[in-house]
């Protein structure tokens, strides 16, 4: 577990949040090192009145391997009725998706008889099918949120990834982050353990704690702070007038993107680089004008680059192929795509980072990969050796720029007003600790 260094917060009680009967119990570290900005959710944990009818709510979990049929056979739903409620809940969700744990509640009249049924369908919405003379009547509830910004500093440990998340921090943050610190940031090398890492999140918070709906949901990260053997990045969340994309930037208004990502997939693996060699399937030396990365099929395909996408159709020996036309004289080419993403063809504007495909087995492929090209001016480049940086087009200047630096402002009050907040609850434990000890 990471060494928070944040001392106290996980110490004082006033956070720890009571679960309602039948929801899993808080985990115990899931405060450590964190501070909400906004802190009146506090007084919103009050439990709604009690159901005063004869009719018994019951919680239940799927059990592994058993469908919404098992569940209501347990309950002598016959199958008419069954069938009726599964084909009224399509709409909500995908019924293929439930895992197992999924909770479901239950209304039993006097009876025994089963005549509602509420299941959570995202987060913070929950359908109720309500059994009214025969048939399913199905309304869907929003329940009320509050957005809370969260700060979170931590060491960065033997793994960033594994240190945030005991933390707390939600997956598609530390995700996000990562993503965006490994521009500038050589995760495989430079990290030790002592580095510190910073980051404040928007997460959506649900006012009341409710069985079906998990607690919070993360949203929008809107600062990055790694310090890399004394060396910070600060980095801040930005969007423009009319921009499609979040990006980060330095205090400065440089941004932290490069121009075009060298890897335009997560999680995948480097099976071919650049240069000459001799050809799998056609058996003759070429040149490999791109690199190869082997994931499985149906990998998201990011655009490297903001830019217009040229062709999105099959490519002959191809297969599926996507071509981007960049800024100054760029092109970057993706083959042997199972699928094109909804909406891309010939023609859309496309911004980096946004998936633009799927990763396949099409044309003349021997395994599951994609072929990924950069072209400048007409020419192949090996992308691992592109000086994008060079072409950091895209520093806020003018109206954006002021827009901007208020942004940075904002969150730099946020900071100071959390490291104080900090402060004092860690001199509140470290004085109760010598209160201890003296008596
Ligand atoms: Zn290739």
Redesign the pocket.
């Known amino acids: 577990m990471a060494a928070a260094l944040v001392v106290g917060v996980a110490c004082t009680c006033e956070k720890v949040v009571t679960a309602a009967p039948g929801s899993e119990a808080p985990k115990p570290h899931s405060t450590v090192g964190k501070t909400p900005i906004d802190s009146n959710i506090d007084a919103n944990e009050a439990k709604k009145p009690k159901n005063t009818t004869k009719n018994s709510h019951k919680t239940l979990k799927l059990a592994a391997g058993e469908n919404l049929i098992g569940v209501l056979r347990r309950y002598d739903v016959n199958t008419q009725q069954a069938m009726a409620l599964i084909r009224e809940l399509k709409p909500w969700l995908d019924l293929n998706k439930l895992t197992a744990g999924k909770q479901i509640q239950i209304t039993l009249n006097e009876q025994g008889a089963l005549t509602a049924f509420s299941i959570g369908v995202r987060f913070a919405t929950t359908v109720t099918a309500t059994l009214e003379d025969g048939d399913w009547q199905v309304r869907d509830s929003t329940l009320e949120t509050e957005l809370v910004d969260e700060h979170i500093r931590i060491n960065v440990g033997r793994s960033l990834y594994n240190s945030a998340l005991d933390a707390g921090v939600a997956v598609e943050v530390i995700q996000r982050a990562i993503a965006v610190l490994s521009h500038r940031v050589d995760f495989q090398r430079s990290l030790q353990d002592t580095d510190v890492f910073e980051v404040i999140y928007q997460s959506a918070q649900l006012i009341d704690t409710h069985q079906l709906s998990k607690k919070s949901e993360a949203d929008k990260v809107n600062f990055i702070k790694l310090t890399v053997s004394g060396v910070p990045h600060l980095l801040y969340r930005y969007r423009g007038n009319g921009e499609s994309q979040d990006r980060f930037y330095y205090a400065d208004g440089r941004p932290v993107q490069s121009f075009l990502l060298k890897t335009p997939l997560n999680g995948a693996r480097l099976s071919?680089t650049f240069g000459r060699r001799k050809h799998p399937i056609l058996g003759y030396s070429r040149l490999?004008?791109?690199?190869?990365f082997g994931a499985a099929v149906g990998t998201p395909i990011f655009s490297a680059g903001d830019g217009k996408v040229l062709k999105a159709s099959w490519g002959g020996s191809f297969g599926n192929r996507i071509v981007i036309r960049h800024a100054n004289g760029y092109q970057s080419l993706y083959?042997h795509l199972q699928g094109f993403a909804k909406g891309i063809k010939a023609g859309s504007e496309v911004s980096q980072g946004e998936v633009i495909g799927y990763l396949g087995n099409t044309g003349l492929s021997q395994a599951p990969?994609l072929?990924f090209e950069v072209h400048k001016d007409g020419h192949a480049i090996n992308p691992l050796t592109l000086k994008t940086h060079r072409y950091s087009a895209g520093k806020l200047s003018g109206a954006k720029l002021e827009a901007f630096s208020q942004t940075v402002a904002r969150i730099e009050a946020q900071l100071k007003h959390s490291y104080s907040k900090q402060n004092e609850q860690s001199e509140f434990v470290f004085n109760q600790i010598i209160k201890e000890y003296q008596r």
């Not at 490999?288 to 190869?292: A, N, S, T």
């Open positions: 071919s490999h004008k791109g690199l190869d083959a990969h072929h």
